[in-house]
């Protein structure tokens, strides 16, 4: 499975930028999510979808700004993010697990990681 991450850039807190991940090779039904990482901070969970069902779950520094959703035959997720925040700055990742995890807003979840898009937000 290759992941490929992209959608990043500058904005300014309030607007909205939209990233997509697309998928190529095996298509494994199970979550697909966005992680993210801020300079000097450790990666952290944004969202998840299951290619399956469409369930979402969401970190709760997002939650009721970002919505995950699918697009199954054209293997692409997409993270649309509205009000964004100076905080949201950080490299944004997308990930896929192989099966169903219930620790889905963790790293070990996942089994492949796309490479990363840079969304930087300005006061």
């Known amino acids: 499975v290759q992941l490929q991450a992209s959608g990043g850039g500058l904005a300014q807190a309030g607007d909205s930028l939209r990233l997509s991940c697309a998928s190529s090779?095996?298509?494994?039904?199970?979550?697909r999510g966005w992680f993210r990482q801020a300079p000097g901070k450790e990666r952290q969970f944004v969202a998840t979808?299951?290619?399956?069902?469409?369930?979402?779950y969401y970190a709760d520094s997002v939650k009721g700004r970002f919505t995950i959703s699918r697009d199954n035959p054209k293997n692409t997720v997409y993270l649309q993010m509205n009000s964004l925040k100076p905080e949201d700055t950080a490299v944004y990742y997308c990930?896929?697990?192989?099966?169903?995890?219930?620790?889905?807003?963790?790293?070990?979840?996942?089994?492949?990681w796309g490479q990363g898009t840079l969304v930087t937000v300005s006061s």
């Open positions: 990930a896929a697990s192989k099966y169903y995890h219930s620790t889905y807003g963790t790293e070990a979840a996942y089994d492949y």
């Open positions: 090779g095996r298509t494994f039904r199970n979550f």
């Open positions: 979808i299951t290619l399956s069902d469409g369930a979402t």
